[in-house]
């Protein structure tokens, strides 16, 4: 079955620490996203990427990091720099051509808990 | 410019009620209007979207609302069932750049519980 698999699905980090989340996707996207859940504040978008070897900030990207070495991975890795990592990530994929609606396939998630 | 606002933020009503979400939104480039269901636990997925070049669209129990004018759009969900019981995303999308792929900003979510 085609669809986009995260891991871990739950992660506890000490703070100090960097951690990586795992995003693969078998739909042959060319578009993947990085996005934070929290409670009462939506999908706020972290980094996106259209192409491979290509990334850019979205709206709330201090703190992360990301690589697109490969067409079907988009790892993330929230950086000791991030202030406040406690939360639900997804991440999502679309077809990223021009003039396609932009629907986005999400993951079922990781939840980053900071001890 | 570019945020979407939604209200309520919590919904509760009795098995077959008619549930109502609204999304507001002030970008004009904005032309797809979607919504997201998304179960605790899981990521969200497309429930049902809109262009604004119609007023309406339904798809089984859910119709979107879309008034162009007023740059609000609303989620109304016919004869509710339990099973309905989750948080609701409105979106709206634009093409950032020439060229690029939608890019799609969401609504703070309704989390919607229906009663049996």
Same mark, same amino acid.
């Given at each position: ?6 891991? @871990? ?6 703070? =100090? ?6 995003? *693969? ?13 929290? @409670? ?17 900030? =979205? ?15 988009? @790892? ?8 406040? @990592? ?12 021009? =003039?396609?609606? =932009?629907?986005?396939?999400?993951? *079922? ?7 | ?14 098995? $077959? $009620? &008619?549930?109502? &979400? ?5 970008? %004009?480039?904005? #032309? ?8 605790? /636990?899981? +990521?969200?997925?497309?429930? &049902?979207?809109?262009?604004? #070049? ?5 798809? +089984?129990?859910? %119709? ?14 016919? #004869?509710?069932?339990? $099973? #309905? ?7 709206? $999308?634009?093409? &950032?750049?020439? /060229? ?6 969401? /609504?703070? /979510?309704?989390?919607? %519980?229906?009663?049996?």
């Amino acid at each position: 079955d085609g669809g986009i698999t995260q891991s @871990p699905k739950y992660l506890f980090r000490k703070e =100090g620490q960097n951690v990586t989340l795992s995003c *693969e996707q078998n739909l042959n996207h060319d578009a993947m996203y990085w996005y934070r859940q929290d @409670p009462g504040q939506g999908l706020r978008l972290i980094y996106y990427s259209q192409i491979v070897n290509d990334f850019q900030k =979205g709206d709330i990207a201090e703190g992360y990091s990301v690589s697109r070495e490969k067409k079907e991975s988009f @790892p993330l890795t929230v950086t000791s720099a991030q202030k406040n @990592p406690t939360a639900f990530y997804l991440c999502a994929s679309s077809i990223g051509n021009r =003039g396609h609606t =932009g629907e986005l396939f999400f993951g *079922e998630g990781s939840r980053l808990t900071v001890l | 410019q570019q945020q979407v606002k939604q209200s309520p933020q919590s919904l509760i009503v009795q098995k $077959g $009620g &008619i549930p109502i &979400i609204n999304c507001a939104y002030e970008n %004009t480039a904005f #032309d797809y209007f979607p919504w997201y269901q998304q179960f605790p /636990g899981k +990521g969200p997925a497309l429930l &049902i979207a809109i262009r604004p #070049d119609v007023s309406e669209k339904k798809e +089984g129990r859910f %119709t979107i609302s879309f008034n162009k004018s007023a740059k609000q759009f609303s989620l109304h969900i016919m #004869d509710s069932q339990p $099973g #309905d019981s989750a948080t609701y995303f409105c979106a709206a $999308g634009r093409e &950032i750049s020439s /060229g690029s792929a939608r890019q799609l900003t969401f /609504g703070s /979510g309704t989390q919607l %519980t229906v009663l049996p």
